[in-house]
């Protein structure tokens, strides 16, 4: 049996996470779950350590402070590579992401994908209760990481993705300049140069259950300055 591991990076979702573990293990009770918490002020962290005391197959990771969601999947990748697992499945801890999408998925990743992503931007994938300008935004996002990286998926900025951890053994994370949201779209590039195959299932991606957006305008220009640093046209005119 292949070993799956489930990343979930948290910052302040003590109401989000205890509803959405329940529910991943109902759809794959056969999966680990790794929590990665940047030292959430509302307990997160002081609930998932709880937890795993209880015997359950759950894994937590408590990290010094806000350290960023990208450097939170980087180290999730390198302790998915480094104890055995098969494949990775990152998701949002907000409850974006719903758990009954896993099992398509892994059934993707199984025809020998290396990356599979919940796409959101093919038929049958779409968002729910998203503003205009949100919706607007995210087209925007894809659009220039598809021209600056030469990507040809479709959802390049989701998170809900399926890696196949003998691909990460080979990625040099240590190149990862992103540790923010361009993080996503980054490491498709990085895994794209390696030869990685592709494929994207449709997810429907709901708006979180509780909390507010942590995404601001300064992380999304932040973002838009990383993938221009490192479009392949610009880092060989360097």
Same mark, same amino acid.
């Given at each position: 049996?292949?070993?799956?591991? &489930?990343?979930?990076?948290?910052?302040?979702?003590?109401?989000?996470?205890?509803?959405? &573990? @329940?529910? =991943? #293990?109902?759809?794959?009770?056969?999966?680990? =779950?790794?929590?990665?918490?940047?030292?959430?002020? @509302?307990?997160?962290?002081?609930?998932?350590?709880? *937890? +795993?005391?209880?015997?359950?197959? !759950?894994?937590?990771?408590?990290?010094?402070?806000?350290?960023?969601?990208?450097?939170?999947?980087?180290?999730?990748?390198?302790?998915?590579?480094?104890?055995?697992?098969?494949?990775?499945?990152?998701? @949002?801890?907000?409850?974006?992401?719903?758990?009954?999408?896993?099992?398509?998925?892994?059934?993707?990743?199984?025809?020998?994908?290396?990356?599979? =992503?919940? +796409?959101?931007?093919?038929?049958?994938? %779409?968002?729910?209760?998203?503003?205009?300008?949100?919706?607007?935004?995210?087209?925007?996002?894809?659009?220039?990481?598809?021209?600056? !990286?030469?990507?040809?998926?479709?959802?390049?900025?989701?998170?809900?993705?399926?890696?196949?951890?003998?691909?990460?053994?080979?990625?040099?994370?240590? +190149?990862?300049?992103?540790?923010?949201?361009? #993080? *996503?779209?980054?490491?498709?590039?990085?895994?794209?140069? !390696? %030869?990685?195959?592709?494929?994207?299932?449709?997810?429907? #991606?709901? @708006?979180?259950? #509780?909390?507010?957006?942590?995404?601001?305008?300064?992380?999304? *220009?932040?973002?838009?300055? &990383?993938?221009?640093? =490192?479009?392949?046209?610009?880092?060989?005119?360097?």
């Amino acid at each position: 049996m292949k070993r799956i591991l &489930i990343a979930l990076a948290t910052y302040n979702e003590r109401d989000n996470l205890p509803p959405l &573990i @329940d529910e =991943i #293990f109902a759809a794959v009770p056969e999966a680990d =779950i790794l929590v990665i918490d940047d030292n959430s002020p @509302d307990g997160t962290g002081d609930w998932a350590q709880s *937890f +795993s005391s209880s015997g359950r197959r !759950l894994k937590l990771i408590r990290r010094s402070g806000k350290l960023g969601l990208g450097s939170a999947v980087l180290e999730a990748m390198r302790y998915a590579a480094d104890s055995g697992y098969d494949y990775l499945l990152n998701m @949002d801890a907000d409850g974006s992401h719903r758990p009954q999408y896993i099992a398509s998925l892994l059934q993707k990743s199984a025809e020998g994908y290396d990356v599979v =992503i919940g +796409s959101r931007y093919i038929a049958g994938g %779409g968002v729910e209760n998203w503003a205009w300008y949100r919706r607007l935004m995210s087209w925007c996002i894809n659009r220039y990481a598809r021209l600056m !990286l030469g990507l040809k998926t479709r959802d390049n900025s989701g998170s809900f993705r399926c890696y196949r951890v003998e691909l990460l053994r080979r990625l040099d994370t240590e +190149s990862v300049v992103s540790r923010g949201y361009s #993080f *996503f779209e980054e490491i498709l590039y990085r895994l794209s140069a !390696l %030869g990685a195959s592709f494929a994207e299932v449709p997810i429907i #991606f709901a @708006d979180r259950r #509780f909390g507010q957006s942590k995404i601001n305008k300064s992380e999304v *220009f932040k973002a838009l300055w &990383i993938l221009f640093r =490192i479009a392949p046209y610009w880092t060989k005119t360097r």
